[in-house]
């Protein structure tokens, strides 16, 4: 139906109007603005399902559909255009899932830590909503500014001396990746003469020989403005230490943010640099693959290092990133398939692991973790065998102990990618593309950077285990002081949904990944996106 079409504006004009309306409130009046804000955010959740189902269109419809909504009914590429496709939808529904999570889980006392928290998230999920509906460079820009301008106030949330130190660190990294981001965009509105992305993909080819360096440039460097935000190594030094300090329901938010790099980067590499794009088809995938499997290997060590759990979430963000990176710098469309599907359940566990950490920390003494640490190292030579017959032998858990102990237990398989979970259905998926890319049949020649990216998949999700089963045993096993922990259902309840809807993603994997592998070919078939922007005929390198 014609009202439909609408329904892509309201991500973007839902949450600009609920935060502009929750600055009018009283900050006194938290319950009121937290209704208020978890209200819009439900909303906004069932309005990107309804977008993904219409993305998706009828069972056995078209593999490339797409639409696209002129604001202001601007002819393209001169209007402000934003496009829905099935990779779209599936991001705004996934930033919506995080959001509502989020946002219950601070109501218990985060969205009271400081002045605004609730104005703050509309606004980060409007730039979010921007980021993922748009079709042109420009306003990519627009909404990735006002992403971050509301992410530095949520990082800040709280304050607090270290969460400062590292937020003013995160300003300054995400404020140079902007002027980056500027650069870029100048020098290919300079070559190519337009920022509608579908206009770039059909004037690209057509680019004169001697601009083609100049293109070349600023697509390098927009690109590494991207890079940065989605934590390829070595440009990732600053996210453990941010995402650590964050509060948790912001920290849960905030991992959704490194996708908005990837998501970039994987809608221009097969839109502007397909196979059918001449010269420049490529360019950068070395890059990304490579640069993938750098940060693979980075955060895998920095994994093993980790003593602290916020850094070792922080560190599964990376190992998340580098794979995503990886998969789309391969660029086949079985292998971005399975990386789809590793993208929704990598964001959950982790988000899920981020409020689980501050729930296990109160059942922790201050020192419990430099005690650990020590005993780890030079052994607890206290009682070495010798049996006390006269002591419990077993103690029962409390009941919060043992669902924050199942909940970590379920985070870590999902995180080392182990059977049945979603982890290992997504894992599969991206080996068996990159090892058998032609499907059933003879096995192809495997380059060697195909295996090692498989080596440090497996390598990879083996560290995510030994690292989560070393803290496991130090919080839930061989504590040194038992404290029973004060949680609350609002604290636990989204918790164990990102984990449900993890089971659900692997009980669900072949509608899953039915619908990623259409977004994947949709995606390595960018004719529909054009045309749904552009319009039929639209001759190449001529606006309309």
Same mark, same amino acid.
Request: glycine content about 10%.
């Given at each position: 139906?014609?009202?439909? $079409? ?17 600055l ?5 009046r938290?319950?009121?603005k937290?209704?208020?804000?978890? @209200? ?30 002129? =604001? ?18 599936l991001?705004?529904?996934?930033? &919506?899932v ?5 946002l =219950?889980?601070?109501? &218990? ?43 530095y ?22 404020? @140079? ?28 080819p ?44 912001? &920290? ?15 809608r ?42 916020? $850094? ?9 990133s ?11 469309a ?28 109160r ?35 409390p009941? &919060? ?21 979603s ?46 089963? $070393? ?15 004060? =949680? ?57």
């Amino acid at each position: 139906m014609e009202w439909t $079409r609408h329904l892509l504006i309201v991500p973007i004009l839902l949450p600009l109007i609920t935060g502009a309306a929750l600055l009018l409130i009283d900050e006194l009046r938290h319950t009121l603005k937290a209704l208020l804000s978890l @209200a819009s955010t439900l909303l906004l959740l069932v309005t990107a399902i309804a977008l993904m189902r219409l993305a998706d269109g009828v069972p056995g419809g078209s593999a490339a559909l797409s639409s696209s909504y002129a =604001v202001a009914n601007w002819p393209a590429p001169f209007a402000i255009v934003l496009v829905l496709d099935r990779l779209s939808a599936l991001m705004l529904t996934l930033t &919506a899932v995080l959001a509502v999570a989020s946002l =219950v889980f601070s109501t &218990a006392r985060w969205d009271r830590a400081g002045p605004h928290f609730h104005t703050l998230l509309q606004f980060l999920l409007m730039g979010l909503g921007g980021a993922f509906l748009t079709g042109d460079l420009f306003n990519l820009f627009v909404f990735f500014e006002v992403t971050l301008a509301a992410s530095y106030g949520l990082l800040l949330h709280g304050s607090g001396a270290f969460r400062v130190r590292a937020g003013l660190h995160y300003i300054a990294i995400n404020l @140079a990746a902007s002027l980056l981001f500027l650069i870029g965009v100048s020098l290919i509105y300079g070559t190519a003469g337009t920022l509608n992305m579908a206009d770039l993909a059909v004037r690209l080819p057509n680019v004169p020989a001697e601009d083609q360096a100049l293109l070349r440039a600023g697509v390098a460097i927009l690109g590494t403005a991207f890079l940065v935000k989605a934590g390829l190594w070595p440009l990732c030094f600053w996210l453990p230490s941010a995402y650590m300090a964050a509060a948790a329901p912001v &920290a849960a938010i905030f991992v959704v943010l490194t996708k908005v790099g990837t998501y970039v980067l994987l809608r221009l590499t097969l839109l502007l640099f397909g196979p059918e794009t001449g010269d420049i088809a490529g360019f950068g995938s070395m890059v990304l693959l490579w640069g993938g499997m750098g940060t693979i290997a980075f955060a895998t060590f920095g994994l093993l290092a980790s003593q602290a759990m916020g $850094r070792l979430a922080g560190y599964s963000v990376l190992i998340s990133s580098g794979t995503l990176l990886a998969a789309v710098g391969i660029g086949d469309a079985r292998v971005v398939s399975g990386a789809l599907f590793y993208l929704v359940s990598s964001t959950l566990s982790v988000a899920a692991l981020f409020m689980l950490i501050e729930l296990v920390e109160r059942a922790r003494e201050p020192a419990a973790d430099l005690l650990a640490v020590t005993m780890e190292a030079y052994g607890d030579e206290t009682d070495k065998g010798e049996e006390h017959e006269d002591e419990e032998v077993g103690v029962a858990m409390p009941g &919060a102990l043992a669902i924050l102990g199942i909940s970590f237990g379920c985070a870590a398989l999902l995180l080392a990618g182990l059977p049945p979970l979603s982890g290992f259905i997504a894992k599969f998926a991206m080996l068996t593309g990159m090892l058998n890319p032609d499907g059933l049949g003879a096995p192809p020649a495997i380059p060697g950077r195909i295996w090692l990216l498989v080596a440090l998949v497996i390598l990879s999700g083996l560290a995510a285990l030994v690292a989560m089963m $070393r803290s496991g045993i130090r919080i839930f096993w061989a504590p040194l002081e038992v404290i029973i922990p004060r =949680v609350l259902v609002v604290e636990v309840a989204p918790i164990v949904a990102l984990l449900a809807l993890c089971m659900v993603l692997a009980v669900q994997g072949g509608a899953v990944l039915s619908y990623t592998d259409a977004a994947a070919q949709a995606l390595h078939a960018p004719s529909s996106y054009i045309q749904s922007v552009l319009g039929a005929g639209h001759p190449p390198g001529v606006s309309r």
